[in-house]
């Protein structure tokens, strides 16, 4: 009886989906991503052994690893097919060196960039082996965040009562949102004014704007108040306008690159308001495979790559649909390419996100998806075949009116040609004139100052915040969704109309390591991380060395400095004096929230709730006039009269009326576990519960 041979990938969805592409010859497991790795309890690397870790099973995946040695042992042939990523060879590695008790020979690599039936059977023609190098970067990566995680992890933890957590690369992503914050805070909005007309040529008006005061061009700040647009104003009310200068263009525009990793989670935050996380979770899912009824199928090329490369036959065949199914003058003379931003990256072995067959049609395949899974692959197929489409053609025309020494400018632009546009349709503003000639006469309908304010830099958002730490070069794209993940979780950000703010911990614990560990938390040094981590990839570099420049070079030192410096670290000075004993107040960060407490505990133990100034709403107490405020309760916020307690007037946040019974008004009440949903006030009598407020309320 001829043996089977095994096949070990790493979720249950990819071995269903795998296990119907090679048949009854093969046994298909998971090894549910990592089986072996540091221990979760110990330390787990000895330093002065030449970082030596030791690795061991993972607690709950002895069962795992069990299936996998009894199936090898009734296989001849054993081929490992994890992802093709630093992970996923190290998964290998480690599942390999547990095998070779079993099987010492005819264990082999095998990787695939799609899960379809012709790229998994070409893979396990052609096997491979395990690239070594790859697993020592997995190990370097692995190691570092060890070290960093483990002994600054437990020292914050220890010294503040609460489970606190510092990560190589969770702590600069938590900087760069502590880093905007403070810029918010110190902005001061600068005033500048603009002047703006609406002009006329018979019955047609069209608007412009001041661009140049006797033929200077005007700088953003050249009118600096509301003096400055009237006098501007007034000597433009005097003037006889005419056309100076009409300039027309053709403007072209490219189609974007495919997908890769980031762009990906930017588009999808942007487009739909996904996190990162969900949208690798959706992305995992059409990678792995979804039943279209017939067949089942992955739909899209591995999600985790920072390459925009495609493969000649990819391109032949979007270049087929769009000439068969778009039509052939979408469709350029010469297929389109994309350069990587880091071609020489280690990280630049995998195509770019594309669907596997344009064939498969969002449309085709919907009836087959969930909502988030249609969005997530109709965007991915779009961005894909309009990468190999024709440029977009705007007519642009840009006219000069001048009167009096002042010139204003309009401009406007209509499409000529869509080319991508059909596909992927992008924002703009189609702004059309009037046909103008040099030398024509135009009456000035309105002219008038318009005030603005600078404006500070905006928080991040998921998306923008991928964005931010791609272009700095800090940790992967594959990592992103999980480090933005983590910071929410561990109390260190918020989200507040999708943007990331630092709660007080978060920036206190910024601070802290800012203080105490500025290499940590420093941009520009965590990005070379990165990139020595791809040299030991390229094997150019060995993965000690790197390990032994972190640590030695300033890290240990740094470490033993912090010890020191935080046996005396309760909180920070708020300028006050402990009314008992005359000692500085602290505001310390316990394992209950923040509070204030005097420095000189234990032998003085008085302490106080922290206040923080209500917001006031606007209105006044209907019982007393005093100022209305909305005030922190068990149960969640409400409005309160600034005179308590004097006045005891009350009243529920409201958003509005009830969407379900149009009688009650939607407010905002807690859970048990301290989450805040809204509900209607006529509960019981009205059930309605939702986890957001209605659209259009007002908070």
């Not at 395990?130 to 992890?153: F, M």
Request: charged share 35%; proline share 5%; net charge positive.
């Amino acid at each position: 009886m001829a043996k089977k041979k095994l096949l070990i990938v790493e979720s249950p969805a990819k071995a269903k989906t795998i296990q119907k592409y090679l048949g009854k010859d093969f046994i298909v497991k998971a090894s549910m991503g990592h089986v072996i790795d540091l221990p979760e309890k110990e330390f787990g690397v000895e330093i002065e052994k030449g970082f030596k870790p030791k690795f061991v099973t993972i607690k709950g995946k002895d069962k795992v690893l069990k299936e996998i040695k009894e199936a090898a042992k009734k296989s001849d042939e054993i081929y490992l097919a994890t992802d093709p990523d630093r992970e996923g060879e190290a998964i290998s590695w480690h599942i390999a060196n547990a095998l070779k008790r079993i099987k010492k020979d005819n264990i082999y690599r095998v990787r695939f960039h799609e899960i379809t039936k012709k790229a998994i059977q070409e893979a396990v023609k052609n096997p491979d082996k395990i690239d070594e190098n790859k697993v020592y970067a997995q190990h370097a990566r692995r190691i570092l965040d060890r070290i960093v995680g483990y002994t600054i992890s437990p020292l914050l933890s220890r010294k503040f009562k609460r489970a606190l957590s510092a990560g190589r690369v969770q702590s600069v992503a938590l900087r760069l949102i502590c880093d905007r914050e403070e810029e918010i805070r110190k902005f001061i909005p600068k005033e500048y004014w603009t002047v703006e007309g609406v002009f006329r040529k018979e019955n047609k008006e069209f608007p412009g704007k001041l661009w140049a005061v006797d033929g200077k061009k005007l700088d953003k700040f050249d009118i600096p108040n509301e003096k400055a647009a009237n006098e501007l104003v007034e000597k433009a009310k005097k003037a006889q306008f005419r056309i100076t200068k009409v300039e027309r263009k053709e403007r072209r525009r490219k189609p974007l690159p495919p997908f890769i990793t980031s762009t990906l989670q930017q588009e999808a935050s942007k487009r739909f308001g996904f996190p990162a996380k969900l949208t690798m979770q959706i992305a995992q899912q059409l990678y792995e495979g979804i039943d279209l009824g017939s067949e089942r199928v992955g739909l899209i090329t591995y999600m985790r790559t920072d390459s925009t490369r495609v493969s000649d036959e990819a391109v032949k065949e979007a270049r087929k649909f769009i000439k068969e199914e778009i039509g052939k003058e979408y469709l350029p003379a010469r297929a389109r390419s994309y350069e990587t931003k880091k071609p020489s990256s280690a990280q630049d072995a995998h195509e770019a996100i594309r669907p596997t067959s344009v064939y498969r049609t969002p449309e085709s395949v919907k009836q087959y998806l969930t909502p988030e899974q249609f969005k997530l692959y109709d965007l991915i197929w779009r961005r894909f075949v309009a990468s190999q489409m024709k440029d977009a053609v705007f007519n642009t025309v840009s006219v000069d009116i001048e009167g009096n020494g002042l010139t204003f400018r309009s401009t406007g632009s209509t499409l000529k040609e869509e080319g991508f546009l059909k596909v992927y349709p992008i924002e703009f503003e189609e702004k059309l004139l009037p046909e103008l000639e040099e030398g024509e006469t135009v009456e000035a309908k309105e002219i008038k100052g318009v005030q603005h304010f600078t404006e500070p830099p905006p928080r991040y958002t998921e998306g923008t915040l991928v964005k931010a730490l791609e272009e700095e070069g800090v940790g992967r794209p594959s990592t992103y969704a999980t480090i933005i993940s983590n910071i929410i979780q561990r109390g260190y950000v918020e989200k507040e109309k999708q943007k990331l703010k630092p709660t007080e911990l978060g920036e206190f614990i910024n601070s802290l390591l800012k203080r105490l560990f500025p290499k940590v938390v420093d941009v520009k040094f965590t990005a070379s991380v990165e990139e020595e981590l791809d040299k030991i990839e390229e094997g150019v570099k060995n993965w000690r060395e790197l390990l032994t420049e972190f640590y030695f070079g300033e890290f240990k030192d740094l470490l033993e400095k912090a010890k020191e410096e935080l046996k005396g670290v309760k909180g920070e000075e708020i300028g006050r004096e402990c009314p008992e004993c005359g000692a500085p107040l602290l505001k310390v960060h316990g394992r209950y929230g923040t509070f204030i407490a005097c420095s000189n505990y234990p032998q003085c133990k008085y302490k106080e709730s922290l206040k923080e100034e209500p917001q006031k709403t606007g209105e006044k107490c209907p019982e007393c006039g005093g100022d209305l405020v909305i005030k922190s309760g068990r149960y969640g916020r409400f409005i309160a009269c600034s005179n308590y307690p004097e006045c005891n007037y009350t009243a529920p946040v409201t958003y509005g009326k009830c969407p379900k019974c149009g009688e009650g008004e939607v407010v905002e009440r807690r859970s048990k576990k301290g989450k805040r949903f809204y509900g209607c006030s006529r509960y019981p009598e009205c059930d309605f519960v939702s986890s957001k407020p209605p659209k259009g309320s007002k908070k």
